[in-house]
């Protein structure tokens, strides 16, 4: 079946600091995949996808490519800030089973001034 | 706010109890799924709606757990005869339609079963 595995936490690094989070997969087809972020007391909230290889999502300043040779999908940010801290999850999805998701164990983040 | 809402939000019961969660999604998404997610886990899927059809069920949901849709707009959750093994956060996402998307989710039901 499908699985996701991201990189151990927690991750704890100094403000402007460069972010690397990795995520590989394991698919039986050719899915979309997603960062997905759970800041403090709320709810996951998408932060960027990617639907085909080598696309690159982004959004505030975060990036990923879809590699398919790799199966990865690995999160980058050049310079963290102390409100990136948060639990992100790496997670995909399959074409064929209806927006049902598979996510990886999650990544805690926490950035200090 | 127009979000996906959970309610309540944390839920205390005693083992062998039933308990009951409430989901309303984005009036527009027609999907809605069911997760549960435990301490430094991500997500498990647990079921999904498409409208009040219930389409697909995880093997992770025992004969003890049911989930309705029953007019395609909000859902319900219940658990009968809680376990302690049930303690989790129960979450509610849904999605727009078709293929492989976002999901929305809610803020989540904490429960946790003495």
């Known amino acids: 079946g499908d699985s996701v595995t991201q990189m151990e936490g927690p991750v704890t690094l100094s403000e402007e600091a460069f972010l690397t989070i990795n995520c590989t997969y394991t698919a039986t087809g050719y899915p979309s995949l997603f960062w997905y972020v759970q800041y403090p007391g709320e709810g996951l909230q998408l932060l960027l996808k990617a639907t085909k290889a080598d696309d690159k999502g982004s959004n505030k300043g975060f990036e990923a490519t879809y590699r398919k040779e790799t199966t990865s999908f690995h999160l980058e940010k050049g310079s963290v800030q102390v409100s990136d801290s948060a639990v992100y999850f790496c997670?995909?999805?399959?074409?064929?089973?209806?927006?049902?998701?598979?996510f990886g164990d999650g990544t805690t983040l926490t950035v200090k001034p | 706010d127009t979000g996906v809402s959970q309610n309540p939000r944390h839920k205390i019961t005693k083992r062998g109890q039933n308990v009951t969660f409430r989901c309303d999604p984005i009036?527009?998404?027609?999907?809605l799924y069911w997760y549960r997610q435990t301490l430094g886990q991500g997500p498990e899927f647990l079921t999904y709606?498409?409208?009040?059809?219930?389409?697909?069920k995880s093997r992770l949901l025992s004969d003890r757990f049911s989930a309705e849709r029953p007019k395609g707009s909000f859902s319900t959750l219940e658990i009968q005869r809680t376990e302690q093994g049930d303690s989790a956060m129960y979450l509610c996402?849904?999605?727009?339609?078709?293929?492989?998307?976002?999901?929305?989710f809610g803020e989540g039901s904490r429960l946790t079963v003495l």
């Open positions: 009036s527009e998404h027609n999907r």
């Open positions: 997670a995909l999805s399959e074409n064929t089973n209806a927006g049902k998701s598979t």
């Open positions: 709606f498409q409208n009040e059809a219930q389409l697909e």
């Open positions: 996402a849904s999605s727009p339609g078709r293929g492989p998307g976002e999901l929305f």
